[in-house]
């Protein structure tokens, strides 16, 4: 037994802890002249190595009062963090909040303008009115409550038989817009024919897309079944949907009769119209909150393991994340328009040299707007608190990261939620126009327009759950891929792609 005269006890880099949080012995070192300084460590079971801290860092650990832990991967994001309080894209917000002030004030006005009318009761103004009340509003108001049925309709069924639904779609999408406008044209009024034939053109045009995307049609509904699995954890996630389609109606409903005070004020078309925009931008916000609400649960859930409160994800949506909201309600829906016509002039250039520099112009376009606002960015947005732009550029850099941009480029998602809306507007236009004409044919080109924008408008809210799911699937892919909720769908399909090249898109064809 050595001499206790001859050991010291030296603290090494403060007060050492085993992973148990057990108080580990101290370590003894021998400091005697002519003997080499040995040091072990006294445990009654094996433990990892000690890492000597350097005397600046023992100093501070030793003066430390309390435990604390190493911060895991799990605690500290560098991507930002997951309980921001910095309300995003801040002028954005207030410019909408600002326009709903005003929309509201306007249609406060145009209600009382209407209801002063109608007490009117010997004046034509008030026949009018009465007669718009009667014949025009009803179909309106029955067509915003069979498209929140077939909101319902549409959801319920993506959910359990996705596969199926997605074939169903592209093809009621086809068939219903070619039944309205065939409708519209044989009411034989100079106005519903134009309609007629737009919708015509517009089937044509979905029964060619619907036979481009044959081959995708398979992997994009296991991809639905997959991202959609989750949504079981959660009972209450489709409550925000249904919130934002209940305040949709009402908010309509209201849209409505100020529409009919609009009738008799100066300008009735342009007034018209600035409702019509309004009401447009309005109800994309509401999606896109659905759609961030769902967002933040279902990343969570991949991304940490949490379940997360949807209630709380709704506040967040409604207050912190609301500018994103909006800001993105203006941009994506012309980002995704603009990504369609430079699929269209893709398809049709062949060798006419005007199509062909239209084409790459707008493909060049597409690419660059795509990296700084694309609909993959309210998961980030949701998650982490970015803004927009930001959001848009880290979601697309994991993309390009894991070479996922083919793989999501070539994505359909956001097509059959589109088509999903355009098919419940023809179904609600046939609806109410033929309501309309059989009771007064005059409304029948008004009823049927709004009619079909407002059964696509209250289809879109619904669907933003599963739409959300899908994304959320994508971009936390990408975030981890060697994540056990994930199976080998993707990376399958990536190998596929990089292996043969069966999907052929707009980006891939320019870069060639």
């Avoid at 859930?301 to 993105?328: D, E, P, V």
Wanted: charged share 15%; glycine share 6%; with cysteine.
């Amino acid at each position: 037994m050595e001499p206790p005269a001859a050991e010291k006890e030296e603290k090494l880099g403060g007060e050492a802890k085993s992973d148990g949080g057990d108080r580990k012995k101290e370590v003894v070192v021998d400091s005697s002249p002519g003997e080499m300084r040995v040091s072990r460590l006294q445990t009654p079971h094996p433990v990892a190595p000690i890492q000597v801290a350097p005397p600046a860092a023992a100093t501070s650990a030793t003066a430390s009062a309390g435990y604390q832990p190493t911060p895991t991967p799990h605690q500290v994001d560098s991507r930002g963090s997951l309980n921001s309080k910095v309300y995003t894209n801040q002028i954005s917000l207030l410019l909408f909040v600002f326009h709903l002030l005003v929309a509201g004030a306007a249609m406060c006005f145009f209600s009382y303008k209407g209801v002063q009318g109608l007490l009117d009761f010997s004046s034509p103004r008030a026949r009018k009115e009465r007669h718009v009340l009667k014949f025009w509003l009803p179909p309106i108001e029955g067509a915003s409550v069979l498209s929140i049925v077939l909101a319902f309709v549409w959801q319920k069924a993506v959910r359990l038989y996705p596969t199926v639904m997605v074939h169903f779609i592209l093809w009621a999408s086809f068939f219903a817009t070619m039944a309205a406008g065939i409708l519209l044209l044989c009411f034989s009024l100079p106005t519903t024919d134009g309609l007629g034939v737009a919708l015509i053109a517009f089937s044509i045009g979905a029964g060619l897309y619907t036979c481009w995307v044959t081959r995708r049609v398979a992997f994009t509904g296991q991809i639905f079944s997959l991202a959609l699995r989750p949504v079981t954890k959660f009972p209450d996630l489709n409550g925000p949907v249904y919130l934002m389609m209940g305040v949709g109606f009402l908010w309509i409903s209201v849209w409505c009769f100020a529409v009919i005070g609009a009738l008799n004020f100066y300008y009735p078309p342009l007034t018209i119209l600035a409702l019509v925009l309004s009401l447009a931008w309005t109800a994309e916000v509401m999606r896109n909150v659905a759609n961030l609400t769902v967002s933040r649960v279902i990343a969570l859930y991949y991304l940490r393991g949490m379940q997360t409160n949807t209630q709380f994800s709704f506040q967040r949506a409604t207050t912190i994340n609301l500018g994103s909201a909006c800001l993105g309600s203006l941009f994506v829906p012309s980002i995704e328009a603009l990504r369609i016509i430079a699929r269209g002039l893709n398809l049709l250039e062949g060798e006419d040299e005007f199509l062909f520099s239209c084409a790459h112009c707008c493909l060049r376009v597409m690419h660059s707007i795509f990296r700084y606002g694309n609909s993959w960015a309210f998961v980030h947005i949701a998650a982490y608190g970015k803004g927009f732009v930001q959001a848009s550029m880290s979601t697309w850099g994991l993309f390009e990261r894991n070479k996922m941009e083919e793989l999501v480029d070539s994505d359909i998602t956001s097509a059959v939620c589109f088509l999903t809306g355009v098919t419940s507007g023809a179904l609600s236009l046939i609806f109410a126009a033929s309501w309309t004409f059989s009771s007064h044919k005059h409304y029948t080109p008004t009823v049927s327009l709004l009619a079909f924008f407002v059964g696509y408008l209250m289809t879109r809210i619904g669907m933003a759950l599963p739409h959300a799911c899908v994304a959320c699937y994508y971009v936390c892919y990408a975030e981890n891929p060697t994540s056990r909720l994930f199976d080998s769908t993707i990376k399958e399909r990536l190998s596929k792609i990089e292996r043969d090249g069966t999907v052929a898109t707009p980006r891939r064809i320019a870069t060639t």
